[in-house]
């Protein structure tokens, strides 16, 4: 899995064949299929350790305006220091408008975040780390869709201020500031 990650970062889907993972796992294909039947498990695979990836910008035992403040340093550790999961991210995302199977596998994905997002931001609300008047479901949604606008240029070849300043403007909008 771990294989055909770094294969989906630095190729893309293009250039991800189930026969070049196998071969460099040192396995043959007969037993990658054995733990991953499809293609489509194998991109399971990779969106899980993507997205756990992603769970580490969490903190966890604080509290939600806390958390919400770390969901955002998180995002720009990870952004300076694994930008390869960016890149995974945005060929997702790009061929999830192509392909229904990613499309399904995306689109779980999203939708787990966006719920988590949308707690956060009402469990923060009510501890007073944002504004009440804003619609949590609003705001997660306004999240979600500037990271993945993110993740369409890849962050490598991003100006570094530029993926600052986004995180900034929607902590700030949020009035969790930096």
């Known amino acids: 899995m771990l294989a055909a990650y770094r294969r989906l ?3 893309g889907f293009e250039g991800l064949r189930t026969r070049d993972v196998a071969d460099e796992v040192g396995v043959n294909i007969a037993t990658l299929h054995y733990y991953f039947p ?3 498990a194998l991109i399971r695979g990779v ?3 993507a997205m756990g990836r992603f769970r580490t910008a969490f903190a966890p035992g604080s509290k939600p ?3 919400l403040a770390a969901q955002f340093k998180g995002i720009r550790r990870l952004a ?3 930008p390869e999961l960016f890149m995974v991210m945005g060929e997702l995302a790009l061929r999830s408008g192509r392909d229904p199977a990613i499309a399904a596998i995306f689109q779980e994905t999203i939708q787990a975040w966006h719920d988590i997002l949308v707690t956060l931001v009402r469990h ?3 501890d007073g780390f944002v504004n009440r008047n804003l619609d949590p479901d609003a705001v997660a949604s306004v999240v979600i869709a500037t990271l993945n ?3 369409m240029v890849p962050v490598a070849n991003t100006a570094t201020n530029r993926v600052d300043k986004a995180l900034s403007q929607l902590e700030g909008f949020l009035g969790l500031g930096t």
């Open 9 to 11: 970062a630095e190729a």
């Open 38 to 40: 499809s293609k489509e």
């Open 47 to 49: 969106v899980g350790h």
């Open 65 to 67: 305006g806390e958390q």
């Open 80 to 82: 300076a220091e694994e």
């Open 124 to 126: 923060a609300q009510k």
């Open 149 to 151: 606008g993110l993740f």
